[in-house]
């Protein structure tokens, strides 16, 4: 589904250092990390090994979509369920790699990755792009990420913390370090 990259992520935190200073780094209105007396390294959709072409991401609130996805995976109405309860789900599928667990797996994807939230339940604004799992691999999945991080940093004001996938500005400083370098 070219989401490949997401796999190679372990299940880890990243140290709180690292994150501020990345925060510190990164320069929303022109979306690129200034690395001090080192340079700039933009934060486009060539930085992110995510599709980076075709359909625009609908991160929105659809209700028929949301119930129409609450269930078919039995979760009852249009109240979002928890993350918790997604995880169990897909680990009860067993390893069932039809569209049912890809849908599934790209919701907890977009909700605690490539938008993450503060919040317990998952954000069904990421299930219109979901909803026909076919055409994940066409739609620009990079630029949504720009533009979410984009926006929690026009937002940020005096907070400490961002909620948008910091994870992708350190993969674009990473990307570029390798890019450019013979000695790792």
Same mark, same amino acid.
């Given at each position: 589904?070219?989401?490949?990259?997401?796999? &190679?992520?372990?299940? +880890?935190?990243?140290?709180?250092?690292?994150?501020?200073?990345?925060?510190?780094?990164?320069?929303?209105?022109?979306?690129?990390?200034?690395?001090?007396? @080192?340079?700039?390294?933009?934060?486009?959709?060539?930085?992110?090994? /995510? %599709?980076?072409?075709?359909?625009?991401?609908?991160?929105?609130?659809?209700?028929?979509?949301?119930?129409?996805?609450?269930? *078919?995976?039995?979760?009852?109405?249009? &109240?979002? %369920?928890?993350?918790?309860?997604?995880?169990?789900?897909?680990?009860?599928?067993?390893?069932?790699?039809?569209? @049912?667990?890809?849908?599934?797996?790209?919701?907890?994807? #977009?909700?605690? #990755? /490539?938008?993450?939230?503060?919040?317990?339940?998952?954000?069904? @604004?990421?299930?219109?792009?979901? &909803?026909?799992?076919?055409? /994940?691999? @066409?739609?620009?999945?990079?630029? #949504?990420?720009?533009?979410?991080?984009?926006?929690? #940093?026009?937002?940020?004001? &005096?907070?400490?913390?961002?909620?948008? +996938?910091?994870?992708?500005?350190?993969?674009?400083?990473?990307? +570029?370090?390798?890019?450019?370098?013979? *000695?790792?």
């Amino acid at each position: 589904m070219d989401l490949g990259g997401l796999l &190679n992520i372990g299940a +880890c935190t990243m140290p709180v250092d690292l994150s501020q200073w990345v925060m510190k780094c990164y320069n929303h209105v022109k979306s690129e990390l200034v690395i001090p007396n @080192r340079g700039k390294i933009p934060v486009d959709v060539e930085s992110g090994g /995510l %599709p980076n072409s075709g359909l625009k991401v609908c991160y929105e609130m659809k209700m028929y979509i949301i119930k129409t996805i609450n269930e *078919e995976y039995c979760f009852p109405g249009t &109240n979002a %369920p928890e993350k918790t309860a997604w995880c169990k789900m897909i680990k009860h599928m067993n390893g069932v790699a039809d569209d @049912r667990f890809l849908r599934a797996w790209a919701i907890v994807a #977009f909700d605690c #990755f /490539l938008a993450p939230t503060t919040g317990l339940k998952v954000s069904p @604004r990421c299930y219109p792009t979901v &909803n026909d799992i076919k055409l /994940l691999p @066409r739609t620009n999945i990079c630029q #949504f990420v720009v533009d979410q991080i984009r926006v929690a #940093f026009s937002a940020l004001g &005096n907070k400490k913390s961002v909620c948008c +996938c910091v994870f992708h500005l350190v993969v674009s400083v990473i990307f +570029c370090y390798d890019e450019h370098n013979t *000695e790792k």
